[in-house]
């Protein structure tokens, strides 16, 4: 860690060098898995904060290497993931302005009974918005996650969090190869009954809308 203060401000940098994910997740009381699971993998990055009374703005800079881990049950688990998290914030008043994008290019992922591998179906998540920590909302100006080529689904939508509630939320979802689709994440729930062996071809696509009147 890094500390720089001047009269104008200051700015604090810690940098993370192969940090046990184990390790760390042990000494979090945030759970990214249940505790009887087994992790392994390794963190690298940066989290460089920056002020003048308060935090101005902050930008984190975040790879995990090699993670892994599973359930006892089997039903749940992964495999040398690699994953990258890019996040920056601006503070004005009490809003926390961010965008975000997080990338998994390599790495074999199992939830029962979908399985993704990363080499063939790349995940990219990206998010900009505003949090409101004082008031507990958080509105997600923009919002996309794409699966290689497959699937991409968008939206926006504004959310309180304390407790979970979504106020309005719109998501639009298109795939330009219904098939690759069908077979990465629907198909799976189909093994065993009679759509099991569908062929599937074209294009598909929703928009759904949320709010306060129900669903559309």
Known sequence: ATLEYQAAGWTLDIAAHRVSVDAAHRLS????VPADWTLDGYANGRLRLQGVENI???DLELVVDGMAFASPDGTQAAEDLVLRVDLATRVQGDQWRFDGNLRWPTGALYSEP???DAGEAPLTIDLTGVFEPARG?????SAAASIQQAFTLTGTGRFTLDPWSVRDMTLAAHSDDAGTAFGLLLQPFLI???ADDLEVAGQV???LHFDEQGIE
């Open 29 to 32: 009381e945030a759970r990214i």
């Open 137 to 141: 909302r958080l509105q997600l100006d």
């Open 192 to 194: 065993g009954t009679p």
């Open 205 to 207: 696509g929703f928009v």
């Open 56 to 58: 101005g703005q902050a």
């Open 114 to 116: 979908l399985f993704v």
